[in-house]
């Protein structure tokens, strides 16, 4: 979402649950460090968000078309993240790749970056996962059982973002977007991101079930990975996030993605440019400060993002360290 749709209310409130439900997911990232538990995998979890984060982050860059209908899609990530993260450690590492792109790239507005990470982030990791993909796995990461889980939990998630944004925009009452016919554009376009980033989050959890199982929560938790390369694994993802930021990200769809597509649709025009008040202002001027890379306007964008993703979760790291326990 951009500012334009935001108002200062909306922006406070979701503002305000977003750094609550982070500061949770801090919390319990760190509880389970400190237990002990072996899905957290204590030393291991905090360069494995990183890495993740950058391989997130640059495959959302690639922009897929949905065919007949002039829209294009991109992953969100979060169930590929939960998957391998768990979902609390997945909610910090997808907020983390939002905030990067928000701030360095001018990629969703700054005062709706606490919507955005709602309606991605928690609405994948939180609901999505825990809800759908978790209980139809159940522990049997069949390649039947994967495709399924991973493509029902990407539409969900994709639907309630979309049910989401649509609900933001209309309690901001900023725009003139009309509520139902907006609704009517959202939820279908969705469905089928929802079904693209489900079939590309099953075939990474497929290959990663065959080539390296301990990277996966369900699999660590159970203690069923044996011996494991964590260092072969961490700079084969690292490699793979770099290929797809320098590489594959230029073959990416020019179409507009689900939500402008939906407004231009409803509207019949561009998406409306945000209201002229000192909240909005003040938003707009941070992140033109702060954005270096506006739009990914360099061949570079890709690897320098997830290079930016691996240090913000690396220097979020001290926070998540086991307390020290009295004798």
Not at 171 to 186: D, E, H, N, R, V
Not at 192 to 210: D, F, N, Q
Not at 315 to 324: D, K
Request: some cysteine; proline content about 5%; hydrophobic content about 50%.
């Amino acid at each position: 979402m951009s500012d334009a749709l935001v108002s200062p209310p909306v922006f406070a409130v979701a503002g305000a649950v977003s750094l609550a439900l982070l500061g949770t997911a801090i919390f319990k990232v760190k509880q389970k460090r400190n237990e002990d538990d072996p899905s957290a995998q204590n030393e291991r979890i905090v360069p494995l968000m990183g890495v993740m984060g950058a391989f997130v982050f640059a495959a959302q860059m690639i922009n897929f078309s949905i065919p007949g209908t002039g829209s294009s899609g991109h992953i969100v990530g979060g169930i590929l993240l939960s998957a391998v993260l768990g979902p609390w450690a997945a909610l910090i590492t997808l907020a983390s790749v939002l905030v990067i792109q928000c701030l360095v790239f001018a990629d969703g507005g700054f005062m709706a970056l606490g919507c955005n990470i709602l309606n991605m982030a928690v609405c994948s990791c939180l609901l999505a996962y825990p809800l759908i993909f978790r209980p139809l796995v159940r522990g049997n990461l069949s390649t039947g059982r994967i495709f399924a889980a991973s493509l029902l939990a990407s539409v969900v998630g994709l639907e309630l973002g979309a049910l989401a944004v649509t609900a933001e925009t209309e309690l901001s009452g900023i725009t003139a977007l009309p509520t139902g016919k907006f609704l009517m554009f959202m939820l279908p376009i969705h469905l089928l991101i929802g079904i693209g980033e489900g079939l590309a989050t099953a075939a990474v959890l497929c290959a990663v079930r065959k080539y390296k199982p301990e990277l996966l929560v369900d699999i660590r938790r159970t203690g069923g990975t044996g011996k494991t390369s964590w260092g072969k694994a961490l700079a084969g993802l690292s490699l793979a996030a770099l290929l797809l930021g320098g590489s594959f990200s230029w073959i990416a769809s020019s179409d507009p993605d689900g939500l402008e597509w939906s407004i231009a649709r409803t509207t019949g025009a561009d998406e409306p440019e945000a209201a002229d008040d000192p909240l909005h202002r003040t938003a707009a001027s941070i992140q033109r400060t702060t954005a270096l890379m506006p739009d990914y306007d360099t061949s570079l964008a890709g690897i320098v993002g997830s290079g930016a993703i691996l240090l913000a979760v690396f220097g979020l790291s001290s926070l998540f360290g086991p307390s020290r326990r009295q004798p």
